[in-house]
């Protein structure tokens, strides 16, 4: 399978645990991007990758969050201190290095915060 | 930063009729009008696409069209199928330094056989 991987697909953690997902793009892909989904909502951007440079974040990011692309392939999403309203479905795409075009996305890795 | 609303945010149609989906943005600047399909515990799939140089865009029974002037697109989906049943989204980006798509609210499709 050469799409989108993301792990785990589900975690289930108590308010205050730390939790780290991974996401492993299309291996030729330069940019990489992760988005937050919540019920009956459309994805919301959270920040992206080009390479190994974090280029953008999201002004509604908590400082709780922090996301690293360290060799420009895999990137990992860790969340401290998780809270309640951090339940959610976390989606990563990636692309080709080009004009903005298609996202590839995963299938999501779904947090359920108790 | 870019506000994309969405209509109608659920629609029902009976199979074989049309659908369609209209989608507003807020920045003049953004260039790349795509259209995603997403099912129950899937990722968001593309299904087209249109760029701000073309006003129409046809791939079999799905269609986009874009009015860059009053800012909104549309999809049309024709001589729909069971498999059309899904939530759809609209994701304008693009433009000088805005490399992300923002999403709107979604629009639920329900095909009636």
């Known amino acids: 399978d050469t799409g989108v991987s993301q792990n785990p697909r589900h975690k289930i953690t108590k308010r205050g645990q730390n939790v780290t997902f991974r996401c492993d793009p299309i291996?030729?892909?330069?940019?990489l991007y992760w988005y937050r989904q919540t019920l009956g909502q459309g994805p919301e951007f959270l920040t992206y990758f080009q390479n190994e440079a974090q280029l953008e974040k999201s002004r509604l990011l908590s400082d709780r969050f922090s996301a690293e692309r360290p060799k420009g392939s895999f990137s990992t999403l860790e969340i401290q201190r998780t809270e309640q309203g951090d339940s959610a479905m976390y989606l990563c795409?990636?692309?080709?290095?080009?004009?903005?075009?298609?996202?590839?996305f995963g299938e999501g890795s779904r947090l359920t915060v108790l | 930063g870019e506000n994309v609303e969405q209509h109608p945010s659920t629609l029902s149609v009976q199979e074989g009729d049309s659908a369609v989906i209209k989608c507003t943005y807020s920045?003049?600047?953004?260039?790349?009008f795509p259209w995603y399909k997403q099912e129950l515990g899937k990722g968001p799939q593309l299904i087209i696409d249109?760029?701000?140089?073309?006003g129409e865009k046809k791939d079999q029974r799905i269609a986009v069209t874009l009015n860059k002037t009053a800012k909104h697109f549309s999809l049309h989906i024709t001589e729909t199928q069971p498999e059309d049943s899904a939530v759809y989204f609209c994701a304008p980006g693009g433009g000088f330094g805005n490399e992300k798509l923002t999403f709107g609210t979604g629009t639920r499709l329900t095909i009636i056989p």
């Open positions: 795409a990636s692309s080709l290095n080009r004009n903005t075009g298609e996202l590839f």
């Open positions: 249109i760029r701000s140089n073309v």
């Open positions: 291996s030729e892909h330069n940019r």
């Open positions: 920045d003049s600047a953004s260039n790349y």
